[in-house]
């Protein structure tokens, strides 16, 4: 059975009414950011279920775009956070789906970064702040966020894992959690590695350099 922490009883610290609407979203957000590897310029959220019904009145508009500049649940930033992204020349725009879903507090994410670069994301507020990003550009994946994590975009072929895992090994990076995400054999894949401590910088680069298979390489810090 789980022991209860403070944190399960009475919630995250944040700004806001609600847990999974309001804090869970802004982490949604703060996820999605790092994930994109890049400044986002505009962003398009699509709510489901139980979002799409309460957003505006529960703040989860406002924490996804909070989140997406970077904001803390608990920042109290929060609530402007839309003349906030106005300031920084972020644009978004917020449309509602009927369309069932495993989980009523889905939101859908499409950002576009300065580069150019488009990110596709869903994601799910569980509760108490607690969050599941379930589907990164087409591929069903599974990422909290709770612990430092290196992700790694690569394409499905032999020897990549162990390639990885031994370059962190051998730099004293211990993994506390691990799990492989592909569409299909020989296809894009990501590799979701959750980790004791944060990864510098210099190992992240490391990684990136391994392979010309590797698409790309982020880091998300606990949030």
């Known amino acids: 059975m789980k022991t209860l922490s403070a944190f399960d009883v009475i919630g995250p610290s944040m700004v806001g009414p609600s847990s999974s609407h309001t804090a869970g979203a802004a982490r949604i957000g703060a996820v999605a950011r790092r994930l994109t590897g890049d400044d986002p310029v505009s962003a398009e959220f699509t709510l489901f279920g139980s979002f799409a019904h309460t957003y505006a009145g529960h703040g989860t508009d406002r924490a996804l775009v909070a989140g997406l500049l970077g904001l803390a649940p608990d920042d109290e930033r929060l ?18 789906s009927e369309a069932p879903t495993e989980h009523p507090n889905t939101v859908g994410i499409r950002l576009t970064g300065r580069t150019g670069a488009v990110t596709r994301i869903t994601a799910v507020s569980l509760g108490g702040g607690a969050i599941m990003i379930t589907q990164l550009q087409g591929v069903d994946v599974s990422i909290t966020g709770e612990y430092p994590t290196l992700m790694v975009e690569h394409k499905d072929q032999p020897g990549m894992i162990g390639e990885i895992t031994r370059l962190l090994g051998d730099r004293d990076i211990n993994i506390a959690f691990m799990r492989v995400f592909r569409h299909e054999r020989g296809g894009q894949a990501f590799m979701v590695i959750e980790t004791d401590h944060m990864i510098p910088p210099h190992i992240v680069q490391d990684v990136a350099s391994l392979s010309r298979g590797i698409g790309g390489v982020y880091i998300i810090e606990g949030v």
């Open 79 to 96: 609530p402007f956070s839309f003349e906030l992204a106005a300031q920084q020349g972020v644009s978004f725009r917020f449309r509602t």
